[in-house]
């Protein structure tokens, strides 16, 4: 039988009768007995609960923080660091801008250059790593100090890169993997373990034998950083060049990212309110995502299911998709358009 943890009153009646039975008399209400009683209760309960705190950080499944960490390391697996994002911008002016200028968007994100610019272009990066980063297309930056010829003004390219640290539940499910799936010098698992370690990747698979005798694919996902949580060329590059550092060497590698298809439903709700959509669309984006590989299916229990985990919503049917939804071969699903009826 598993130890259940004393409550607080469990513990102030122990101590109380305890001392009692040694006094050989039930004591008064306000005597001293009744006060030191409260008091070692107090102190004992909060032993028992660091104990209780310090088993958790025994197991992978529990740990949290620094414990999770020194577990996590003692496999070679070590938090994701967050990264800056990068990109370029787009000058106007006759001007040279120098390396290391500053710029910064209208809620003070700042970028620097890293080279001089050519043609009125320059690539930059985030001066603060972190998705906070990741900007779209078109986003005017301003110079922080002006550059003579040039508009103080300029526009960027998406930039893309940015991640933040690592959380716990990311580690965890990577030293999780790492533990049910050991090193094999170039297995399949050893691949996707690979492309996890590169900060920004959420989820990864590997395709042996996917273009032929030798070659190897890998495929991943970068949720959070882009709107659709497809990688962009900068996160690409980053995972290809990080796997063949360490895969063998006979192996001709192929890293792309999954073409996503937008998966679209029509639902029939009631009650209907906005909120309810929120949390409705917050439900169905996270079995998608959960369930979302290339060239696989979504299965239509799995969004019946999303849908009647929301607890608000009385009745509901799904008028469309009227079957599990496939992806082709490269393809992933990913969270559509929702339409109510």
């Not at 620097?112 to 009125?120: D, L, M, P, Q, R």
């Not at 930059?124 to 900007?135: F, K, L, R």
């Not at 395709?207 to 659709?228: I, N, Q």
């Not at 996503?260 to 906005?274: A, E, F, G, H, V």
Request: some cysteine; proline content about 6%.
């Amino acid at each position: 039988m598993s130890f259940q943890r004393p409550t607080l009153n469990q513990l102030i009646d122990r101590i109380k009768t305890d001392a009692e039975s040694r006094y050989g008399q039930r004591v008064l209400r306000r005597s001293l007995i009744t006060v030191f009683s409260r008091v070692f209760a107090g102190a004992a309960y909060s032993l028992y609960g660091y104990i209780e705190y310090v088993s958790k950080q025994i197991f992978a499944t529990t740990a949290e923080g620094p414990y999770l960490e020194r577990r996590a390391s003692e496999y070679g697996i070590y938090r994701k660091k967050a990264t800056a994002a990068e990109g370029t911008v787009t000058f106007s002016g006759s001007g040279i801008v120098p390396s290391g200028t500053l710029l910064q968007t209208d809620d003070e994100i700042q970028f620097e250059t890293i080279a001089a610019s050519s043609n009125n272009t320059a690539s930059i990066i985030a001066v603060n790593a972190g998705a906070s980063g990741n900007i779209p297309a078109g986003t005017v930056l301003s110079l922080v100090s002006p550059v003579v010829g040039v508009e103080t003004e300029a526009t960027t390219s998406a930039t893309s890169g940015g991640s933040d640290t690592e959380n716990d539940e990311s580690l965890r499910s990577r030293l999780l993997f790492r533990m049910r799936n050991p090193p094999k010098a170039g297995t399949k698992t050893d691949y996707v373990a690979w492309a996890l370690e590169v900060p920004g990747v959420t989820r990864a698979w590997c395709y042996p034998l996917e273009l032929g005798p030798g070659h190897v694919s890998v495929r991943f996902m970068t949720d959070g950083l882009t709107e659709t949580g497809v990688p962009s060329s900068v996160m690409v590059e980053r995972v290809k060049n990080h796997i063949e550092a360490l895969m063998p060497v006979t192996t001709i590698l192929t890293v792309v990212a999954p073409n996503p298809k937008s998966l679209n439903m029509t639902l029939d709700i009631t009650p209907d309110s906005p909120e309810i959509r929120a949390k409705l669309e917050s439900a169905i984006q996270s079995v998608i995502r959960a369930e979302a590989e290339p060239a696989t299916k979504v299965l239509l229990t799995a969004l019946n299911r999303a849908v009647a985990s929301v607890e608000e919503i009385k009745s509901f049917r799904i008028v469309s998709p009227t079957d599990d939804v496939n992806a082709a071969t490269g393809e992933i699903l990913i969270p559509g358009t929702i339409t109510y009826q």
